[in-house]
């Protein structure tokens, strides 16, 4: 019997003994080295569900993770002991959105962490082995976490396609956010102009390259001389997100919306969204984007080490639960260190 953290419900986290799921002939056994907590956990932490996702019984979290092999991998080329990543989406690979290239968008996707599949806050877990990214020589536990949510940014990026030079509105500087910027530079954007109301993360922020950071849309949209932004990227956890979004654009924008709003719905005055015209595109999750996130931290292209502020032990997680929910000074990302 191992342990792991479970969610009970709404501010309900324990840490207790838990009996995984058995290995089966497809799947590896990984020594869980390190887990990011991430901002869809803190919605099954704070809403006890993310839309029609609920947790109808208490469920394991952790989707960004990384891991030692437990055994001997030859149909993997990797040896006992090997770090590797874990690509959380199981998608089916059949449906017509697959076979589209979407597997993001698959309905019959199994997500490593999303209820009813258990996730990665535990000792050890059993992963299908198509889903084992390997990784090169020298990385962390940490860098291999993160190329998990990276990978969240990247496909961001990809959907809302910035042109060479372009200034852009970012709403939201959370560890997603803070992705985001770094990920628009690599790819040639101009300068970029964030919001966000934490004053640690605006100050991470500047540090990361934005031009201007702000707390609240006001300020941005002054700082455009009020014409807004051609392209604005969102990555908040707020109901008001994708209306600061609207309110950065310039008529005629484009719009990618990557947050999930806190109670699952959002506030929009139509008005101002209608009125400028706007292309708006939904970023879920992302596409098969592994081997662009190993790359960019293989050749130092982003940091994805230093906006991880705290590391938790298993026993310790209901704290860092609480202490992200809170929203406290300082805390970007954390990491739970079974
Ligand atoms: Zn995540
Ligand atoms: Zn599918």
Redesign the pocket.
């Known amino acids: 019997m191992s342990k792991a953290v479970f969610i009970h419900g709404p501010h309900d986290v324990r840490v207790g003994p838990y009996q995984p799921p058995p290995p089966r002939n497809d799947t590896v056994m990984l020594k869980v080295a390190a887990v ?1 907590l ?4 803190l919605h099954y932490y704070k809403d006890g569900g993310i839309g029609a996702a609920v947790i109808a019984k208490p469920f394991v979290p952790g ?2 993770f990384a891991g030692h092999l437990v055994n001997d991998e030859p149909a993997l080329g990797l040896p006992r002991g090997a770090l590797v990543a874990v690509d959380p989406n199981r998608a089916c690979g059949q449906c017509e959105y697959c076979l589209a290239g979407h597997a993001n968008l698959c309905p019959k996707v199994e997500f490593i962490g999303a209820p009813p599949f258990d996730g990665a806050m535990t000792e050890t877990i059993a992963v299908p082995s198509e889903l084992v990214v390997p990784i090169p020589q020298g990385f962390t536990p940490l860098q291999a976490v993160m190329l ?2 990276l990978g ?1 940014a990247i496909h961001a990026i990809d959907l809302a396609k910035p042109r060479l030079g372009e200034s852009v509105a970012l709403i939201g500087c959370g560890p997603i956010g803070l992705l985001i910027l770094e990920v628009l530079k690599v790819a040639g954007a101009g300068d970029v102009f964030a919001i966000d109301p934490i004053e640690t993360r605006r100050d991470f922020a500047l540090k990361l390259g934005a031009k201007r950071a702000g707390s609240s849309v006001k300020d941005i949209v002054q700082w455009s001389n009020g014409a807004g932004y051609p392209l604005v990227i969102e990555a908040t956890n707020s109901p008001d997100g994708f209306n600061d979004a609207v309110l950065a654009a310039k008529i005629g924008g484009r719009v990618v919306l990557v947050g999930i709003p806190d109670g699952n719905s959002y506030t929009l005055d139509a008005a101002q969204a209608r009125r400028r015209g706007l292309k708006i595109k939904f970023s879920r999750r992302m596409g098969h984007v592994y081997p662009r996130a190993i790359d960019l931290v293989a050749q130092g292209k982003v940091d994805v080490v230093s906006m991880v502020t705290n590391e938790f032990a298993l026993d310790d997680a209901p704290e860092a639960f609480r202490l992200h929910a809170e929203g406290a000074p300082g805390v970007i990302k954390s990491l739970i260190v079974p």
Do not use: A, I, T, W
Not at 38 to 41: L, Q, V
């Open positions: 990011g991430c901002g869809s956990d989707h960004e998990e949510p969240v």
